[in-house]
């Protein structure tokens, strides 16, 4: 607990020292982001423990609000989530500290003073055991991200931050409502009573629990970007800058995805199947749509903040699979999902994090967020490179990187749902994978397209041409979650029972295996096997045969020419224009699935919400006059019709005013002797 | 059904073996296609060993690299024949389980698929060429549209037969009796068109479609690298047609790992795969190539016989 | 006690008349008064917390057993009373920069009138939130309404003169309630004392709280007695900030909170009554708000629509809840500050910019970052985003209702349309202010002149108030 304190402190050093040191930007970049890399390493020291061992420590700090006590709770799912924050955080802080120089002068103290907030504040969120403050760390959490997101001020950013912070706060009230139900139906705003509505004894009404339910699931659902609710997210994620859109993406939704399982899971205990069906139907349709959007475009962060639609999609397939697990009394297969479901939001962190890292690099050389104007950019930027190729790798799910294993759990849980009683069960696992293996072959080709149109061929601009590789603590940034990709792909018999026993506590079950030697099982043992780290052994070995097979049959051949030698363009001039473009790429694909595309289209409320908005500005403006026309001025015209009537009685006679007074005092006098008889 | 756990020696040498062995008759394979090409062609052809002395002969010409490309484009070759290799070891081929069930599970070999095309189609865009590119471009696009109707007709076995592994999905399929007859039929219909297009015949060699495109992803390719390219395209199309084999037609392998119930699974698996790229040739060889934009109706309705495969296991047919 | 609270009540008076009777140093005496008077309020509170925060009564003047004047020192007098007098010395000290010459909207000096009006209304504050008698409420309503109607008028244009006229007839008309209140209660116990409204039976209870009630919603403008509020923004803007959004709008909220904490058992018609009221007002306000294009108008609209929160919370108060009656008052005490912030920025931009019209404002960032810094923390905390104070009211407020909904049904919709309104004001307030704050500076923003030192204190001081004002209330009322 006090790794946690010291973590937070050091997340609120940096935020205040960047703000006490606006005017020497360099020392201000440079320290927000030492203090929040050094904040990382203590939540990492503070969140490891706990996952180890499994233990769950719970204290209650001075709230100055009677109403709400502040209660943390650090057990093995808020362990998980700190531990993802905080190895984000440390690549992200890492890279700040030359990637902000491209802010100097326009606000760079400002945002490490928003950056570290954000990050405090979500690691003090996902610790809240009581719901108060959980919503006020959620708040300040898209407060400080609004700040980040309308950090280039011009119409685009504002018009994003605006939809973005709107949705997420509409998303907080819906949340709110779900906790005041909640509260209501146990009497306290703490999360440990929330609990007792698991236990069936106390649980509630089907339909009050259901409401409960899609409030939160809309609610969250809006942070974590799902589809329907995701329109912010391809908007507000590029606007930040990009360590800031890495968290954004890699952690930020995240909470979403956190926030659906304590609500869905931990709460109310998925005590009813169409539940979680609704969140695989979400996941999987965020999922095909999420793909299909990014393969349209060629604004890279674009790109990347729809493909962050996709995996949020396939995470909560993962998750839907856990709860439909736990409601019809299978805990293996709800182990096994939430199991799929965690890894993936562990792994969509690293490679989504090192993908925006490597596109901050990239526009921080060119200048440019358009895959279009770059090109040939590996041979200038070779760690950059490498470090992005890994990344796209692992998020088509190419074994053996951790993209894979994950995406492997999720299918193997998908599989397993065919065990189930009811048709619907039956039926939707296959749908699921279907789904998820269209989405696979989008992936794939949509990284083929980002990767090969920036990084490879020629270059197709002066800016990309001259581009050099970036400094040293961006490299350093997005290598150390290169590294962790392949880590926690090669890794995976040994980081598998972790997150599984992390699963296996939010159901409150005990521990599944899921390891076998140095290979993976799907939890009953007779069913698939997968050893990544075997897999890569073997592939390594295999590399000799292609190479003997060259070095012996090789004979007298010269060496490899390279750098002399044009394509062949059928006898025309080769020209650099003539290369396929990022849009020409995925244009058969985007014919053939043209009907899905206009569906965002029409499916879009803003024309709607505008004409209404119109409709009810001018209905407010007739509105506005009508008390004063209608009420106050005939009521003073009548008065002042009145009060000249009256004005007869003003002679400017003075005779006539004491006749007046006389009146007056003989009436008073006789009137109460006639009628009063005390 | 025991567990699956680490494989013993003998089992990892007959994988290697087998492995080498594809990789060693892939070019006969190519070869026989082309000798069945212009025999309906009424041609002669050049003899099904033509495809060796081409190798041999491009293996010792220098390559060369166009001017843009990078490491993606020099790395390649190796890439594509590594990964088919290790799926390779992992085929049933001749024995009734897996050999290397570490690499045998279907979801397994179905990404490596995906790290074939993958760099497959990367390598074209490295390239800088044209060609390439649209061929890239068409590679992929062919996945996507492939990957529902081999995943539906893998998962239906594999929920027949209670496991991803590829070994016990073909050893169930083998040795107990069929549970669900038309399903699996449907099935493997709809995987045998998979398959098919994987292989990359007309009607769907889009992606090297040699009149259009210059052979797309592979046009650039000189020397060494072009042998191995070729060797690579050739061992795919053995590894992906001996993916159906086991699945769907798994019949006279050996049932246990002792030398001459090998040799005889041998000899069968000889046998299915000259029928297989028989029948292949006679079918590419009577159509013409589908305008790619069109591709998309042709293949719904391999997915459409998929998912009626389904609905016959569903309802336990 | 007792003297402290004469001494806080009688000193701003005092100061009144010097400024008057000494004309020249008529800024001085204002500020040094109100100084005084402020100082009073925190000695009231320091010695009623060491005496052991004990509800104390005090009479003043009574004729016979007759209450006709008194005190009441407890924790919502005393924290209501700093709130509004220290805001009285704020925003005096800012007059003494926003009333000169270099204000580029309204370049004119400070008159005497304006200082000894201003006092007069302070004092007048401290008595109504003191007073422990309807009759002394009464009459510091009626005072604070004529130094209303000056002051609105302190321009002294046609509009002006209307918009003065307006605000007075309506706040008297509705002060007519309290009369018919006072009568009642007259009749009924024999005494003016507000604590005498537990002993009265249900329907004459009825009868003096919906009086009550009627000058609450006519004082704090809610439907249908609101139609003077936008129009009195005619005043000079320390006065829309003073009068028209942390004091006197709140006197109706406060008379109304008074009566429900001192009426022991509330019938359940007055809360229903209440609450229809509120969400009715809400809903009107904020749909006002949609065609606003003069900052101070959208100011006013939104303190309509926020004045409308907390009588739901008072209202729900009265139907049993002790949490919701707090919510109330520290929403008062919250929205107090947050409100005169916004105010005062709008002033501020008067001053250096030359006008309060929305879409000519843009890049005020680049122009003041103080004035963005406080328009973002003003906007934040109106809206209810925490860390900033209204959250915390707004929050306990829902949760009080939605306990209490339990027993009242009826009660969740309401909630629901409220917090509807909550997130559409969000929207549209953050829009603004992504209109103006953010972007390239606007022509009159790019020419704005520096602001002066009493007015950027003043901000500051707002700024950090908006930040903490409500641990301050809830550690007060616990």
Known sequence: MTALSVSILLYIAGALASLALNKAENTAIKLSGILGALGGVAGLFASVPTLLNGTTVVKQIYSPFYFADFMIRLDPLAAFMVMVISVLVVAASIYSISYMEEYKGKGAWAMGFFMNTFIASMVALVVSDNA?????????????????????????????????????????VLILIAFYMMYRATGSMNFASFETLRDTAHALPVWESSVIFLLAFFGFGAKAGMIALHGWLPKAHPAAPSNGSALMSGVMVKIGVFGIIKVGIVFLGAQVLWWGFVVLAFGCVSSVLGVLYALAEHDIKRLLAYHTVENVGIILMGVGVGMIGMTTGHP??????????????????????????????????????????????????????????????????????????????????LLSLSHGSSMAVQVGGPVAIIMLAITGALACMCFVKVFGVSFCGAPRTENAANAKEVPAPMVMGAWILAILCVVLG??????????????TSVISMDTVNVVQGAALIPADGTRAILSTPIIIIALSALILVPVLLVSVFRGPALKRRTKRDLPWACGYGYEGRMTVSAGGFTQALRSMFAPLYTLRKILDPAPAMNAVLTATTNAARKTEPVFDDYIIMPVSRLIIRLADKIKVMQHGDFRIYCLYMVIALLVLLFVPVEFGGM | MQGLEMPTASMVTLAIVQALLMLALAPLATGFSRVIRAKMHSRRGPGVLQDYRDIFKLLRRQEISPINSGTIFTVTPYILIVTMLLVGMALPAVTNESPF???????TDIYLFAIFRFFFSLSGLDSGSMFAGIGASRELTLGVLVEPILMLSIVIMALIAGTT??????????????????????????????????????????????????????????????????????????????????????FGKAADFTLPHVLMGFVVLFIKLFIVFLIAGLVENSVARTRFLKTHHLTWSGFGVAVLGFAFYLTGL | ME???????????????????????????????????????????????????????????????????????????????????????????????????????????????????????????????????????????????????????????????????????????????????????????GTFSIEALAQLDDTTKTIVLCGVLMAAWGKSAQLPMHVWLPDAMNAPTPVSAYLHAASMVKVGVYIFARALMSAGNVPEIVGMVGVAGAIITMIYGFIMYLPQKDMKRLLAYSTIAQLAYMFLALSIGALGSRLA??????????????????????????????????????????????????????????????????????????????????????????????????????????????????????????????????????????????????????????
């Not at chain 1, 018999?493 to 599984?500: E, K, L, R, T, Y």
């Not at chain 2, 069930?101 to 979801?107: L, V, Y």
């Not at chain 3, 005496?51 to 924790?75: C, M, P, R, Y």
């Not at chain 3, 707090?326 to 008067?350: P, R």
């Open chain 1, 132 to 172: 108060f403050y959980f919503i006020v760390f959620f708040e300040m959490m898209s407060l400080a991200s609004y700040f980040l997101v309308i950090a280039e001020q011009d119409k685009k950013a504002v018009d994003a931050g605006l939809q973005y912070f709107l949705i997420a706060h509409a998303g907080s």
């Open chain 1, 332 to 413: 293996v297969i709800a182990a096994l999902g939430l199991l799929g479901g965690l890894y993936h939001l562990l792994n969509h962190a690293v490679f989504k994090g090192l993908l925006f890292l490597g596109a901050g690099s990239i526009i921080f050389r060119t200048h440019t967020k358009d895959m279009e104007k770059m090109g040939g950019l590996a041979k200038v930027m070779p760690y950059t490179a490498l470090a992005f190729l890994i990344g796209t790798m692992a998020i088509s799910a190419l074994p053996p990187l951790n993209g894979f294993v994950s995406e492997w759990f999720i299918y193997q849980s």
């Open chain 1, 490 to 503: 090669l890794g995976s018999p040994w980081i598998a029972p972790v997150i599984s026993s992390v699963a």
């Open chain 2, 101 to 107: 069930p570490i690499a045998g599970d279907i979801i």
């Open chain 2, 165 to 250: 592994d590829l070994g016990f999905i073909s050893k169930h399929m083998a040795t107990e009796t069929w549970s669900a007859p038309m399903a699996t039929l449907m099935a493997g219909a709809a995987c045998a068109f998979a398959v098919f297009i994987e292989m990359g015949k007309l009607p769907f060699d889009s992606a090297e479609a040699e009149q259009e495109l210059q052979e797309g992803p592979v046009t650039e390719y000189a020397g060494a690298g072009l042998a191995l390219m070729k060797i690579g395209l050739g061992l795919k199309q053995l590894v992906v047609a001996q993916l159906f084999l086991a699945l769907f037609i798994p």
């Open chain 3, 3 to 189: 003297s402290i609270a004469l001494f806080t009540l009688v000193v701003p008076f005092i100061g009144a008349l010097l400024a008057v009777l000494v004309p020249k140093q008529c800024k001085w005496t204002a500020q040094l008064f109100s100084l005084l008077a402020t100082l009073g309020t925190l000695a009231l509170a320091y010695s009623f917390f060491s005496a052991g925060a004990q509800s104390t009564h005090f009479n003043l003047l009574s004729v016979g057993q007759i209450e006709l004047f008194g005190f009441t020192v407890d924790k919502v007098s005393t924290l209501i009373a700093v709130a509004v007098v220290s805001l009285g010395f704020l925003v005096s000290f800012y007059s003494l920069g926003y009333m000169s010459p270099a204000n580029r909207e309204h370049a004119q000096t400070g008159d005497p009138r304006y200082y000894a009006f201003l006092l007069v209304f302070i004092g007048a504050m401290a008595g109504m939130v003191l007073s422990s008698t309807v009759l002394g409420q009464l009459l510091f309503f009626e005072i604070t309404g004529a130094c209303s109607w000056s002051l609105i008028g302190y321009y002294q244009k046609e509009s002006s003169f209307k918009a003065g006229l307006k605000a007075l007839i309506v706040t008297h008309i509705a002060s007519l309630g309290l009369f018919v209140a006072a009568a009642f209660l007259f009749k009924a116990t």
């Open chain 3, 325 to 478: 009656l707090d919510s109330g008052v520290t929403y008062l005490f919250n929205h107090a500050f947050a409100k005169s912030l916004f105010f005062l920025v709008a002033g501020s931009l008067s001053y250096t910019a030359g006008t309060r019209m929305l879409p000519q404002l843009q890049g005020i960032v680049k122009g003041s970052p103080l004035l963005a810094v406080g328009f973002c923390v003003a906007a934040l905390a109106i809206t209810g985003v925490p860390p900033f104070n209204i959250f915390f009211s707004k929050f306990s407020l829902m949760q009080a209702g939605f306990a209490m909904s339990d027993q009242y049904p009826w009660l969740t919709p309401v909630l629901v349309i409220a917090l509807i309104e909550s997130v559409a004001s969000f929207g549209w307030i953050m829009y603004w202010f992504g209109k103006t704050v953010l972007g390239e500076p606007s022509e009159p923003v790019a020419t704005a002149q520096p602001l002066p030192a009493s007015m950027k204190f003043v901000l500051v001081v707002l700024i950090i108030m908006s930040l903490f004002s409500s641990a301050i209330a809830a550690g007060w009322l616990a």
